[in-house]
């Protein structure tokens, strides 16, 4: 059914279970995987919402945010090739999670995006957002929402 499914993954509890569920999917469809992390940009100044910092410091921060992003993924290829399942990874960096997604899928080809949502509602969902239901609202894929 599917062939190639896009798995959106920051490491949190709940993107593992994403992952889990993205890598038995595939298995099951013969598909390809493909895990995809979003690494936001530090904020560069005051009116950004952050201190300033020098140049030096910013890319520290975004160095590490990066070898997270890559240790995460080295993680999902072993789970996948564990499993099977053929795996190719990506990372993407922006502050617009859902768009860089949505592209990414796009990208890829992907017939399918997996992702998890922490289900806030009310005031919390207002001031926290959610990429989740961007992506839902304006993917022309289907989506697949693990809580």
Do not use: C
Not at 30 to 51: K, M, Q
Not at 87 to 100: P, W
Not at 136 to 141: E, G, I, K, M, V
């Amino acid at each position: 059914m599917f062939k190639r499914i896009l798995v959106a993954t920051d490491g949190s509890a709940l993107s593992k279970k994403a992952v889990k569920t993205a890598i038995g999917l595939a298995a099951q469809n013969e598909a390809d995987l493909v895990a995809l992390t979003v690494v936001p940009r530090y904020p560069r100044s005051y009116f950004e919402g952050t201190a300033v910092l020098t140049h030096d410091e910013v890319g520290a921060i975004e160095q590490k945010w990066a070898d997270g992003a890559r240790a995460n993924l080295d993680d999902v290829t072993a789970q996948a090739t564990r499993a099977g399942v053929k795996v190719k990874t990506a990372t993407m960096s922006s502050d617009l999670v859902a768009e860089s997604v949505i592209a990414a899928a796009k990208k890829h080809k992907s017939d399918l995006i997996v992702m998890a949502s922490h289900g806030r509602k009310g005031i919390k969902r207002v001031l926290l957002g959610s990429e989740t239901n961007h992506v839902l609202t304006h993917s022309s894929l289907p989506v697949l929402v693990l809580r």
